[in-house]
T-cell receptor, first 111, second 115 residues
Framework: LAKTTQPISMDSYEGQEVNITCSHN???????ITWYQQFPSQGPRFIIQ???TKVTNEVASLFIPADRKSSTLSLPRVSLSDTAVYYC????????????FGKGTKLSVKP | GAVVSQHPSRVICKSGTSVKIECRSL??????MFWYRQFPKQSLMLMAT?????????EQGVEKDKFLINHASLTLSTLTVTSAHPEDSSFYIC???????????FGPGTRLTVT
């Protein structure tokens, strides 16, 4: 299973755009890249998923370069409620679907 | 989107007793569910993979006789912590594999405190 590397923490201010980059050098051909958000004492919540290029939904964008060895989660105009831990994971049903969580990135949004 | 529930949300039990945690997929069938454990300020650690109708697959270092997993139906998996000890106190989270290319839906978690 591909391992991921993310910054341990990031600070931002309300209204700013936040970009969190994740490295996954050993990503397999069948692997998808998925980002989750977790608040204290809650289960992880799905944010966005992609395989290549760019994916955008109502809360975030995901940028994936051609070699797929990294990905960047972009959160536009963050608010205080976006303070959470963000996990980048790679996996596929071909790898039995289980996810190995890295340490994640603790994002702190300040007023 | 798909919803996964857990029950109870929090439980306190005495050392030496057993406690069962339920994980349900509410609006979809899940042949595969996963159980994670999370200690304070740490990441989620995969404990086991639960497949409907077959034995669970445990990660290295997780005692299968202590953490009993049963996946008797396509919407329910249970984790029973047997002979609980204070060091088993943790946040237990389940997830279910969806039908798409690759989707995993997480439950809200169960806070277990062993006194």
């Amino acid at each position: 299973l591909a391992k991921t590397t993310q910054p341990i923490s990031m600070d931002s201010y309300e209204g700013q755009e936040v970009n969190i980059t994740c490295s996954h050098n050993n990503i397999a051909t069948n692997d998808y890249i998925t980002w989750y958000q977790q608040f204290p004492s809650q289960g992880p919540r799905f944010i966005i998923q992609g395989y290549k290029t760019k994916v955008t939904n109502e809360v975030a964008s995901l940028f994936i370069p051609a070699d797929r060895k990294s990905s960047t989660l972009s959160l536009p105009r963050v608010s205080l409620s976006d303070t959470a831990v963000y996990y980048c994971l790679v996996g596929s049903k071909g790898s039995q679907g289980n996810l190995i969580f890295g340490k994640g990135t603790k994002l702190s949004v300040k007023p | 989107g798909a919803v996964v529930s857990q029950h109870p949300s929090r439980v306190i039990c005495k050392s030496g007793t057993s406690v069962k945690i339920e994980c349900r997929s509410l609006d979809f069938q899940a042949t595969t569910m996963f159980w994670y454990r999370q200690f304070p300020k740490q990441s989620l650690m995969l404990m086991a993979t639960s497949n409907e109708g077959s034995k669970a697959t445990y990660e290295q270092g997780v005692e299968k006789d202590k953490f009993l997993i049963n996946h008797a139906s396509l919407t329910l998996s249970t984790l029973t912590v047997t002979s609980a000890h204070p060091e088993d106190s943790s946040f237990y989270i389940c997830s279910a594999l969806g039908q798409g290319p690759y989707e995993q839906y997480f439950g809200p978690g169960t806070r277990l405190t062993v006194t």
